[in-house]
């Protein structure tokens, strides 16, 4: 009898823009991107298994976005796990990692930031000045680079989304935007990189 064969799945790291952009025009369509800065939770994997479901390509990218922290915030001491991210994105079937340095995405002489208008004027756009303008300037370089059909987004951080969605619609990037519903601790707290800071109590 003959006995069901699986493919061994590859996951390809990919370190360069030009790498990145060849690689998702010639996968297979649907491609879902997930943008993340690593340290990858049950969350992140919960927009992995969505992109998965509703894609035949799943790309993610992991890049600690230095545009998108405030001056002393937390850049250099925020959570990195390069083996275990690859790890968990292996397992999660992942095709596409895109790995970029900071010099890839922010060359010397890099002059033009993404900044959008009212949405930022309030809660996170307030407590930290300048992080929605790095966020919005790292997510439309991603989704120009790899141009999926499908990007994916928590609920949790839901200033981030409107202002990724107003950026999509304003600017004409010919993207759908997919939310996922927060995923969180049995306590009831959203499970976050950053929840490594904290303490139980
Ligand atoms: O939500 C995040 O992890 C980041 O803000 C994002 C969208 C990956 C941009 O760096």
Same mark, same amino acid.
């Given at each position: 009898?003959?006995?069901?064969?699986?493919?061994?799945?590859?996951?390809?790291?990919?370190?360069?823009?030009?790498?990145?952009?060849?690689?998702?025009?010639?996968? %297979?369509?649907? %491609?879902?991107? %997930?943008?993340?800065?690593?340290?990858?939770?049950?969350?992140?994997?919960?927009?992995?298994?969505?992109?998965?479901?509703?894609?035949?390509?799943?790309?993610?990218?992991?890049?600690?976005?230095?545009?998108?922290?405030?001056?002393?915030?937390?850049?250099?001491?925020?959570?990195?796990?390069?083996?275990?991210?690859?790890?968990?994105?292996?397992?999660?079937?992942?095709?596409?990692?895109?790995?970029?340095?900071?010099?890839?995405?922010?060359?010397?002489?890099?002059?033009?930031?993404?900044?959008?208008?009212?949405?930022?004027?309030?809660?996170?756009?307030?407590?930290?000045?300048?992080?929605?303008?790095?966020?919005?300037?790292?997510?439309?370089?991603?989704?120009?680079?790899?141009?999926?059909?499908?990007?994916?987004?928590?609920?949790?951080?839901?200033?981030?989304?409107?202002?990724?969605?107003?950026?999509?619609?304003?600017?004409?990037?010919?993207?759908?935007?997919?939310?996922?519903?927060?995923?969180?601790?049995?306590?009831?707290?959203?499970?976050?990189?950053?929840?490594?800071?904290?303490?139980?109590?």
């Amino acid at each position: 009898m003959a006995r069901t064969q699986t493919m061994p799945h590859s996951m390809r790291v990919i370190s360069t823009n030009e790498e990145m952009s060849q690689a998702c025009r010639e996968a %297979v369509k649907p %491609v879902g991107l %997930v943008p993340t800065m690593g340290a990858l939770h049950a969350g992140h994997l919960s927009l992995v298994d969505r992109a998965r479901a509703d894609n035949l390509t799943v790309a993610v990218s992991i890049f600690v976005n230095p545009a998108q922290f405030v001056p002393d915030g937390d850049f250099s001491s925020y959570p990195r796990d390069r083996r275990s991210d690859l790890d968990k994105l292996e397992g999660a079937g992942v095709d596409l990692v895109f790995m970029p340095s900071v010099e890839e995405m922010y060359p010397a002489g890099f002059d033009t930031t993404v900044h959008s208008g009212e949405l930022t004027r309030s809660l996170e756009g307030v407590a930290r000045p300048g992080h929605l303008d790095g966020v919005a300037t790292v997510v439309a370089k991603l989704l120009i680079q790899s141009s999926p059909d499908l990007a994916y987004f928590g609920q949790k951080d839901a200033q981030q989304l409107a202002m990724v969605r107003r950026m999509v619609a304003d600017l004409d990037l010919p993207v759908e935007v997919a939310v996922v519903p927060t995923v969180r601790e049995q306590d009831g707290l959203a499970v976050s990189s950053r929840n490594a800071y904290l303490d139980p109590r």
